[in-house]
C-alpha cells in the first residue's frame, strides 16, 4: 500500500485487519515511515519487468465520487486508458507532445487521473501536479509558474476563479480585459466536467480570460468523458455532441428510446465501459445492462444534435404532473447578482406536493433576508414557467459537496 505522510495514523490504525498487507510504502522522509519512498525506490533496477497481459485483463479500479451516495468501485481494463487517451485526449483536445497538462481535479478522481497521467503521458507531452487541493489564489500562482497549455476544472472552481479575479478588478476599478489576463495567456484550451457548466459562468469566463472552456460529461464507469463540445464548435450551457468511439441514447421508464426534444434517462456505449463494481452486484445489474451504461442522467437533445443536461435522475422534480429540470432553475437563479452558488431540491409543501426549494450561497458583499429571497423568487418567475418557480429560498453559507467538488444535492433533501 502506497500511502502519503498525513495518512499514516489512518492507516497505522487499520493495519491489523489488511489481511493482505504485505508492505505500506509512505511518501516521506521521516524516520518514522515503515519504508520510505526514496528508500525503496533507490535501489530498484534500471529496466522493469514488466507482466504478460491481455487488453481485457482487470487493469485498475477507481471509485466513483459519491455525489449520489456511498462511492462505488469501478472495477476497469487494461486497454481502457488507452480508449480514453485517443477519444478524448488526441480526438477531441489535439494533445501532442509541446502541451502543459494542468488539472485542478487530481488523481484518484477518473476525470483529473485522465488529465493528468494517462492523457500527457500517451503523447509525451508535460503534466503539473498540485498535491493540495485546489483554490483560486493556488490555481493562478501554478498557471503563472508552470505556463500549461490546456488546463482542467470543475464548475464550482471556475465560479470561484472568476468571483477572486472579478473582486480585484471591483477593487482596482478595471473592466475586464482578457489581453490582461495574463495567467491564461498561455492556454489554448480549458476543459470542465464533473457536472453542467452553466452558461453565465462560461460567458464570464471568456469575457475575463478570452479562453473558451469545453463542457463535457463523463463518469467513473466510462472512466473519462464521452459526450463534449469541441473546439470551435461550442454551445454554451450545452454538453455537446458524442465524443468519437461511443453512442448515446435517451430512454424512458420503460427502455423505449424518447422523441428528439423529450427529456429522457442518459445510457451510453463504448469501450472504455467498466466490467462491473468492485462487490456490488444488484447495482451492476441496474447500471451496466449488457453493452449500455445507465449513466442516471436526464438529458434531452435538440434539432442540431446537441444535448442539454436536465439533472440527475434522481434529482428530477415533479411539479404539478410537469418534470422540472433543477439545472434549469440554478441556471436561471445564477444569473441574479448576489448568487454565488445554488442547488435546487424537492421540498413537500403543507399539502404535501413537492416544490421546488433552492439553497443558496450569496457572494461577497450581499446579506441574506426576506427582501432579497423574494426578489430572487420574482427573478425566476419573470423568466421560467410559474410551476419551475422556487417557493422557499434558504441563504447558506456553503453546499454540500463531493472529493470531487460536486455538489450532494441528495444530502439537502
Known sequence: LIISEE?????????????????????SETEGARIPFRQKYRHAPATIKTEYTTKDDVGFWLYSSGSTGSPKGAIHSQYDMVVCSESFGQGVLGLTEDDICFSAARLFFSYGLGNGMYFPMSVGASAVLNPNPPNPQGVFHIMEKFRPTVFFGVPTLYGQMLEYKEKQDRERGVEPDPNSAHEFSSVRICVSAGEALPPEIYHRWKKRFGVDILDGIGSTEML?????????????????????????????????????????????????????????????????????????????????????????????????????????????????????????????????????????????????????????????????????????IEFVDSLPKSATGKIQRYRLR
Open 7 to 27: 495518512l499514516r495514523p489512518v492507516v497505522m490504525q487499520i493495519k491489523g485487519d489488511l489481511r493482505y498487507l504485505r508492505d505500506l510504502v509512505v511518501i
Open 224 to 392: 473519462h468523458i464521452f459526450l463534449s463540445n469541441r473546439p470551435g464548435d461550442i454551445r454554451p450551457g450545452s454538453t455537446g455532441k458524442p465524443v468519437p468511439g461511443y453512442e448515446l441514447k435517451l430512454v424512458d421508464e420503460n427502455g423505449m428510446e424518447v422523441p428528439r426534444g423529450e427529456i429522457g434517462t442518459l445510457l451510453v456505449k463504448g469501450d472504455s465501459a467498466a466490467q462491473q463494481y468492485w462487490r456490488k452486484r444488484e447495482k451492476t445489474r441496474l447500471t451496466m445492462q449488457g453493452e449500455w451504461i445507465n449513466t442516471g442522467d436526464k438529458y434531452y437533445v435538440d434539432e442540431d444534435g446537441y444535448y442539454w443536461c436536465a439533472g440527475r435522475a434522481d434529482d428530477m422534480l415533479k411539479v404539478g404532473g410537469i418534470w422540472v429540470s433543477p439545472v434549469e432553475v440554478e441556471n436561471c437563479l445564477r444569473e441574479h447578482p448576489a448568487v454565488f452558488e445554488v442547488a435546487v431540491t424537492g421540498h413537500k409543501d403543507e399539502k404535501d406536493l413537492v416544490k421546488p426549494k433552492a439553497f443558496v450561497v450569496l457572494k461577497e458583499g450581499f446579506t441574506p433576508s426576506e427582501a432579497l429571497a423574494q426578489e430572487m423568487k420574482q427573478f425566476v418567475l419573470d423568466r421560467l414557467a410559474k410551476y419551475k418557480y422556487p417557493r422557499w
